[in-house]
DNA sequence: GCGGAATAGTTGAAAGTTCTATCATGTTGG
DNA sequence: CCAACATGATAGAACTTTCAACTATTCCGC
């Protein structure tokens, strides 16, 4: 490769701090959802499933919904599965098909936890950013966006 | 809880942004970096490493410069320690310390490496952006960084 | 200098994720 | 219609991460 072009540092700066932001952001509302015995990988579930019509989800769409393999999905609702919070149901339409169904105890287990939640993530993020800078994050990452779901 | 202050629509956006972004960029960089034979954690490790003096960090520096634990820090090192990329030295001033140290073969790797995992974050987030919002990332972020930071 | 607390690091088992194979059903072109 | 290919989902093995316990050393107050 012909000498490559580094990152500014500015650029390394920006890259660095999503990087390091990420990381220690999930790890402290892993933190706070862990008093209410969730991950966060759950309590990602549960929002998709909460927000459908039904509160239920076909087990590809909602894969596809939480960016994740079919097959980490399935083993995710299998542990969920075991610890009450969703069952799966045979899809009629399609043979093939299953659905993700958040039980009563998973409905009322997102209500409980959704304010802690909220607020946590307004705590480390949200209420730490000015309008503008919502704004702004939100026009910066759309087109990121857009160019990695397009590489599929 | 009293009635939660829900996220606003502009709040969701960014917050939800700021997730899928990582997940896609993440999986994305994995796969450019397979092609090498290593994982992202990997190759961070030896970009901390390669940046110190004698190319060799204490394990607990290590592992704060990455924000992980000890303990996965110590498996991860084993595993790079197995693939030849790193060795571990026992520290002369105290003798409960111990150096991760980058190997010639971890050296030779990194410098093959690096210019295709910059063009890689190039392509993926760093040329996407302009260099006002680059510059607005950091200066968002940065204060997210020291409040999670303060936590600990 | 001695006993207790703190620090550095590792280990092994359990939990979670990834990778690959497999099964069943659906769809399509001849 | 039916063979071949595509899709939806799961299972198990291999790998990675987490969690709790443990060893060894250093620091601190008396």
Redesign the pocket.
Known sequence: MSTPRWLTTTEQRAWRAHLAVHKLLMHRLGIDL?EFGL?V?DYEILVNLSECPGKRM????L?DATI????????????MEAAGLVT?ED?PD??????AVLTEEGWATMQRVAPYHVASVRDHFVDLLTDDQLEALEQAYNPILEHLKSLR
Chains 1, 2 share one sequence.
């Open positions: 862990q991950s990988n076909r087990m590809s769409d894969a994740q393999s079919r097959s980490r999905l399935s083993h995710q609702i299998s542990r799966r899809c399609d043979r093939r098909g299953t659905f």
